[in-house]
């Protein structure tokens, strides 16, 4: 708890030294809280801005974008797709609704191969 109390301290004094309201921040957006209740965490200290957290989520979905390229252009990577289906119901149908509420979708995974895999070319 001491902790924590520090943390919150030290980001007031510092604004780079975030690292727990920055993890703290996810949860927040991750579970599309309301926009005003993460504001409002940005005020007491316990989290960061909207911005910084939607700026993070950028940041490393292009890492990991990058990283999924390289390793597919490794040619050491395996491949595999799903195709499945989700019957979306409405709890409340209404005229506007369509009544096509099957959804056809397709998954895609890439594997890296290792153990004893490499590229012997």
Avoid at 14 to 20: P, T
């Amino acid at each position: 708890m001491a902790g924590f109390v520090c943390d919150i301290l030290v980001q007031g004094m510092n604004r780079k030294a975030n690292a727990l309201q920055s993890v703290l921040g996810f949860f927040p957006q991750s579970s599309h809280t309301p926009q005003k209740v993460i504001e409002t965490l940005l005020c007491i200290g316990i989290s960061v801005s909207v911005e910084t957290i939607n700026a993070a989520v950028r940041s490393l979905s292009a890492e990991s974008q990058s990283q999924i390229q390289v390793l597919g252009r490794s040619l050491l990577a395996c491949y595999a797709y799903d195709n499945f289906d989700i019957d979306l119901k409405s709890h409340v149908p209404t005229v506007e609704k369509s009544n096509d509420s099957l959804k056809h979708l397709t998954s895609g995974l890439l594997f890296p191969l290792e153990h004893g895999v490499g590229d012997h070319g």
